[in-house]
């Protein structure tokens, strides 16, 4: 066990084994959240106790393997290298082993106490398969457990392998051989390494070291390189590489290869076939569902319904949040003798109306996510994914790409960051420009106060739209990226579909909890700030101090009506929407909040949509090009910075400058297009 007064015990498995479900069902849920040092991938951290033993359960990245071409990989492996995890738990799917096993011959090959677990026994056996868990034992050398993640089956049989796992003393395991020439070649890496890095070898296993080497790990390579002696073994593995590639090509591919041949062996011996004739269900759903010609249409339908169903069902909700903040709360500030004017106005026609009506929108965003979580818990969001990765390839973009743009709807700064699974350098800036396009869930507050209150019946599909249209102009511009800024070939794209699974409550309860509290964290900081620094604007003109009835001589409206006369008089948008988009830089939630404040719609105790109805504001072709100009242009500051972080300043100034030159095409477009038409 580790030196420290806990055990450590990591959970490490390919995308979509239901790893993140077993690593709630060990800790109960009582897990926190945080990011990797140096990157802003996510941590996962949670407390495992089993009879008197508590360990400290960390769920490391989705990976399929241990060679580091990805941020994701690189932290897992580094981890298991340099934390040395007392056990490492493997999560495998039963209804695809291959894969799994090829990462867990790997995880033996490093010298890890490895656990199996494995997961969805039972919707191998509705697919016609059996699986011997024993031999896969035998053959491993290692405890294997199944379980089923979704009802819990299994979860105290594993529990009771870790415990046992941490009180015996781990060995080392040989499973696969490279063959006779690449075997010799390993041995005198060993042995050299023994040599000249005693102390390397004595913190991982020699044998490992030496076949990094041979497959060319730059990151091992570099290791080795500080070290004294070092140099030299990296010299001689050149040489060996060099020497074996002529007759075997390319040595990276070969031990790769016989890696996953010595996989697809074991689960050649342990799966067997029972039933031959029947078509399993997920096939069958599959048929329809990732149909090249009907699979695309009923995504959209289903997401519509999405959208449908978070419209309707937070109406009740809503109407309570905002009788108690911007009517109740907001009132017994104003009507307070206690607090000067000046605090009282800060306070209900800043702090309470701004945020207050962003909060109208919880229920929405809550009930959106909830849905969302739901498809992800069933598998048709990576169906989503693998539909529309089809379409990326016309446009010269991999398919990884979507995996950021996916992301982004919950929040484009995570989208940003998952670019860096993305191998190669075009792909991967191209994918960080374009990132930003996927409509997040900061801007649909903006969507749903316009579109209901000029949009009546077509507002579902008003903001559906706006997500489509999204991902449309993100293709357009990848296209355009690719072609003339980030010239050369795209790399490919390997996506495999787990299979459906029955929802899992605590799972989708939790995923949405953690993205409605990222929205509600944004409420009571960003937008905070945002809706301060408006309420000034709005309450002191160039005569100083006005109070909250004389907006329009405010700093606000004087700025607001600059850009409304010139730049954005095509557009037809009242000055009090150019100071929302100005504030929109912040945060988009702010755009509501900052229509809140210049509408006085606390004190008016009236929804945000029926001042934009009372004003006139919008007409329903403006509002909706409004809605596109706040899907396009810069999302927020904090995109921004997690741009200049991943690819540098010059980037960022150029993506603030194409975005917002974009938005402004396609709103002019939208609204010369509209009144070509005759729409008014």
Not at 253 to 258: D, K, L, P, Q, W
Not at 391 to 408: C, V, W
Not at 640 to 661: D, F, M, P, Q
Request: charged share 20%; aromatic share 10%.
């Amino acid at each position: 066990m580790n030196g420290g007064k806990n055990a450590l015990v990591a959970l490490v498995g390919i995308p979509n084994v239901g790893k993140s479900l077993i690593f709630n069902r060990l800790t109960g849920g009582r897990a926190w959240v945080g990011n990797w040092p140096g990157v802003t991938v996510e941590k996962k951290v949670g407390k495992l106790k089993i009879n008197g033993i508590e360990a400290e359960v960390v769920d490391l990245p989705g990976i399929y393997s241990l060679t580091p071409y990805s941020v994701d990989e690189l932290i897992a492996r580094n981890f298991i290298v340099d934390e040395k995890p007392d056990v490492v738990v493997c999560i495998a799917s039963a209804v695809n082993l291959e894969r799994s096993l090829y990462l867990a011959v790997s995880l033996l090959e490093l010298g890890a106490n490895v656990v199996l677990a494995l997961n969805m026994i039972d919707l191998a056996e509705k697919e016609g398969y059996k699986v011997d868990s024993k031999k896969l034992e035998e053959l491993l050398g290692i405890p294997v457990v199944e379980t089923i993640a979704t009802t819990g089956y299994g979860i105290d049989e594993l529990k009771n392998a870790i415990k046992n796992a941490l009180q015996e003393k781990k060995k080392l395991i040989h499973t696969v051989s490279y063959g006779k020439e690449v075997e010799e070649a390993i041995r005198k890496l060993e042995k050299l390494i023994e040599e000249l890095t005693p102390e390397l070898s004595n913190r991982y296993p020699a044998r490992w070291i030496a076949v990094k080497l041979l497959e060319g790990d730059d990151d091992i390579q570099d290791k080795l390189a500080e070290l004294p002696g070092g140099k030299d073994i990296v010299v001689q593995a050149n040489s060996l590489r060099n020497d074996l590639e002529k007759r075997l090509a390319d040595l990276e591919s070969f031990i790769t290869e016989h890696r996953y041949e010595k996989a697809l062996e074991m689960a050649r011996a342990i799966v067997k076939r029972v039933v031959t004739s029947r078509i399993s269900l997920t096939d069958a759903i599959d048929s329809i569902l990732t149909h090249k010609v009907l699979g695309i249409p009923f995504a959209l339908s289903i997401l519509y319904l999405l959208f449908r169903f978070a419209f309707e069902v937070s109406p009740p909700f809503q109407d309570i949040i905002d009788i108690v903040i911007n009517g109740y709360l907001h009132d017994l500030v104003v009507d307070s003798t206690i607090l000067p004017k000046w605090l009282a106005s800060l306070l209900a026609d800043g702090l309470i109306a701004g945020v207050g009506t962003v909060l109208v929108f919880l229920p929405v965003v809550a009930f959106f996510f909830l849905g969302f979580a739901l498809l992800e818990d069933v598998g048709y969001m990576a169906r989503i994914a693998f539909l529309v990765d089809k379409l990326f390839s016309k446009f010269r973009l991999p398919g990884k790409t979507i995996i950021p743009l996916i992301i982004g709807f919950g929040c484009n700064v995570p989208g940003v960051m998952a670019t860096r699974t993305i191998e190669d350098e075009n792909d991967r800036k191209t994918a960080a420009f374009i990132a930003p396009l996927a409509s997040c869930n900061a801007r649909l507050p903006v969507y749903l106060v316009i579109a209901g209150a000029v949009l009546g019946h077509s507002a579902g599909f008003a903001v559906l739209s706006m997500y489509v249209l999204g991902i449309v102009l993100a293709l357009i511009m990848g296209f355009v990226f690719r072609r003339f800024l980030f010239k050369g070939p795209s790399s490919g794209f390997i996506m495999e579909l787990p299979p459906y699974m029955k929802p899992n409550p605590s799972n989708i309860a939790m995923k949405t909890w953690e993205r409605t509290k990222k929205f509600l964290y944004k409420a009571g900081t960003v937008i905070l700030l945002g809706v301060v620094i408006v309420w000034l604007l709005s309450v002191i003109g160039p005569a100083g101090y006005l109070g909250p009835n004389n907006i329009e001589e405010s700093f606000a409206g004087i700025i607001g009506r600059a850009l409304s006369s010139t730049i954005f008089k095509p557009m037809g948008w009242d000055w009090r929407a150019t100071v929302a988009l100005l504030f929109g830089f912040i945060a988009k939630e702010v755009v509501v909040g900052t229509f809140g404040v210049l509408y006085g719609v606390g004190e008016e105790e009236e929804s945000v949509a029926r001042a934009i109805v009372e004003h006139q504001s919008f007409t329903p072709l403006t509002g909706y090009a409004y809605m596109a100009f706040v899907l396009i242009y810069v999302p927020c500051v904090a995109t921004l910075a997690a741009i200049r972080s991943e690819l540098g300043l010059k980037y960022a100034v150029l993506t603030l400058v194409y975005e917002i030159v974009l938005a402004y095409v396609v709103a002019l477009i939208i609204v010369a297009g509209g009144h070509a038409l005759g729409i008014p």
